[in-house]
């Protein structure tokens, strides 16, 4: 069997996406994610100029080969836009074995540590009350894990606190940037109280997580870790900007709240440190930033001898093709910490069609072959590519922030 043909479809059912699809000359073919959410456009001229006449006439069952040669053999390792063509790449080519195996995708990886996937999802609210009643719902819908974000009092609501934001299409569709407003001084008394009331309404049968988005120093982390150590959460994500590893040292000394990092880290080089120190309990690499399968299993069989435990990243903007390969590396992975699952469109559930569903606070991976996940092209091609961003972050005063 040899590689015949690669295309790279973008499209746009509500969020721009980047897919690999590898054809081969027996006719089975596999698809991946190469999404970089704001830089789509980098990650396909990577692909197409120079990972793709690479590629034509190999073997696509020589999966760790091509990894290696696309990482080692660039030379400029590393990066989002170098590691998403990877992880395309690298998923379309597990998604092929499985094929040709007849086998879904966690039996190729050594068989099911579980039945099925915890996951959790999103609340946010303008006011305390209006989280709190929208985690009541999902909790009523059968969830068992929830993230909880708020507004802070006075400033315009940031991205995953205003209404249904992580489902919000419209604001990643603004053609230049919007810009947020952050004071954390505001922010760090408001978080406690709006975790202290969701205790009291829902008590503590319900795992309740909270994202920062790498806002704060390691001391304000440390002190807000402390302030919510009386509410149990689940874990407190993103609390500082993760270049600086040894950072989460002072949080470590302060605070036992679990710690949860890793949505943009590309390799296990990104996050070294941070596991064999234990500064972290969950890693929250994902398929289509870390290097495809391949780079999800190097990192989660690291992780587990640090007792550190996986949480794949799933936001919007991870298409339902890495969402198939992050559960079924969740089905199989030993050390499985949760799933974030944010839903998708109607418009991209039709693009692509899946073997994956949703039970309540579950994902199923289904048992077709591979990952289980395909493309409608002639559905794509309703959804051209329309250029996009994420939101960027000021202080008051104006000072750029991390977001």
Known sequence: MKIRDIKVIVASPGRNFVTVKIITDEGLYGIGDATVNGREKAVVAYLEEHVIPCLIGRDPMQIE?????LYKGAYWRRGPITMAAISGIDMALWDIKGKAANMPLYQLLGGASREKVLIYQHVGGLTIEETVEGVVALKEAGLEAIRAQVSIPGLPPIYGTGKAKDQDSDVFRQGLPTEEVWATHKYLPLVPKL????RDTVGYDVHLLHDVHHRLTPIEAARLGKDLEPFRLFWLEDAVPAELQEGFRLIRQHT???LALGEIFNTIWDCQQLISEQLIDYIRVTS?????????RRIFDFASIYHVRSACHGPMDVSPVAMGANVHVDRWVPNFGIQEYSG????????????????????????????????DEKVAAKYPYERAYLPVARATDGTLWSW
């Open 195 to 198: 975790f202290e009331k969701l």
């Open 256 to 258: 036992t709240t679990p």
């Open 65 to 69: 080969d091509i990894w290696q040669y």
């Open 288 to 296: 289509v930033h870390a290097g495809g399968v391949t780079g999800l």
């Open 344 to 375: 998708y469109t109607e418009a991209t559930h039709e693009m692509f069609p899946h073997s994956w569903s949703q039970d309540k606070g579950y994902l199923l991976t289904g048992e077709a072959p591979g990952h289980g996940v395909d493309i």
